[in-house]
C-alpha cells in the first residue's frame, strides 16, 4: 500500500499530482459492473473535512452524455448511497477510466480537478458532532493521543474482493468469519513515524454495509499523517466496489 505521507497530493512513483476527486461511472441498466459496459455518464465527489478529519460535508457533480451537461445534487449523492437500484448502477473507477468513459460517450478530454469543482453547487451536509465518549481514554503507554474513527461504506463486498482486501493489508482472515453473525473480518497495522495506526475491516450486516475502523495511537506532536491515511483506506475500498458514506469519530 502506498501512503503520502508528506502532505504533498503527488504519486510518490511519478511526483504527477495525485487525483484528489472520486469518480464514479453511472452504468445505463444494473447488470456488468464495469467501467466499459454502456454508460449513461459520470459523477465525481468529494468529501468536506473538519480539522480533526472528520466529514462534515459531500461535494459532487454529475455529467450526462443525453444533454451533455454538468449538474449538481445533493439528492443524486444520497441516493447512490441509500437506493439499492441506483447503487447497483455506480461503479467506482479511477480518473483514468472515468476519461474514457467521458470521452467515449462525446463529452472530450475531462476537465482537470480545478475546473470541476466549479460544477460543485449543492452540497450534502453530514451532521456533525463531538467524538462520542464511552470513557475516560485509554491512552497505550508510549503514547499522548488516541482517536478512533469510523469510515463506512454502502454496497456488499463479494468474497474475492474482500479476499484481495486481506491480501493488500496483510489481514489474518477472523477464524469465525463464515458465520453471518462474524462482524470483524481481519485487523491491520503500520506504524509512521511515531504513531501506530490499526483498522479493522468489520461488517455492519449482511448485504447492507462494511466499515474501516481506525485507531490512531499518536506518539508525535501533529498527527498529520491521520487524514493520508483515511483518504487511502477509502480509496483502497473504493476500487473494491464500495462507495463511502462519511468518516466519523468515536473518540
Known amino acids: 500500500m502506498s501512503i503520502d505521507m508528506s502532505g504533498s497530493g503527488e504519486t510518490p512513483a511519478t511526483g504527477a499530482p495525485r487525483p484528489l476527486l472520486d469518480y464514479y461511472v453511472v452504468l445505463s ?10 454508460a449513461d455518464g459520470i459523477v465525481v465527489e468529494e468529501f468536506v473535512f473538519a ?4 466529514a462534515t460535508g459531500l461535494n459532487g457533480a454529475g455529467w450526462t452524455a443525453a444533454d451533455g451537461g454538468w449538474w449538481s445534487s445533493a439528492a443524486f449523492s444520497r441516493a447512490m448511497r441509500a437506493d439499492p437500484r441506483l447503487r447497483g448502477r455506480v461503479v467506482p473507477v479511477r480518473r483514468h477510466d472515468a476519461e474514457i468513459v467521458y470521452r467515449r460517450l462525446g463529452g472530450g478530454e475531462l476537465p482537470g480537478e480545478p475546473a470541476l469543482r466549479i460544477h460543485f453547487r449543492d452540497r450534502q451536509p453530514l451532521t456533525g458532532s463531538a467524538p462520542l465518549l ?5 491512552v497505550p503507554e508510549g503514547f499522548h493521543d488516541m482517536r478512533v474513527y ?22 489474518a482472515p ?11 473480518a481481519g485487523t491491520a497495522h503500520l506504524r509512521v513515524g511515531g504513531d501506530l495506526f490499526s483498522w479493522d475491516l468489520r461488517r455492519i450486516g ?3 454495509a462494511w466499515c474501516l475502523d481506525l485507531t490512531a495511537c499518536l506518539g508525535g506532536p501533529s498527527g498529520k499523517a491521520i487524514g493520508p491515511l483515511l ?5 483502497v475500498m473504493r476500487f473494491e466496489g464500495l462507495i463511502p458514506v462519511t468518516v466519523e469519530r468515536f473518540s
Open 29 to 38: 441498466e444494473t447488470g456488468v459492473r464495469e467501467p466499459s459496459a454502456p
Open 51 to 54: 480539522d480533526d478529519c472528520t
Open 134 to 138: 464511552f470513557g475516560p481514554p485509554q
Open 150 to 171: 469510523r469510515i463506512l461504506f454502502a454496497n456488499e463486498l463479494g468474497e474475492d474482493r474482500l479476499a484481495r482486501l486481506l491480501a493488500v493489508w496483510k489481514m
Open 174 to 184: 477472523a477464524d469465525d468469519f463464515a458465520d453471518p453473525r462474524a462482524r470483524v
Open 206 to 208: 449482511p448485504g447492507v
Open 231 to 235: 483518504r487511502e483506506l477509502t480509496t
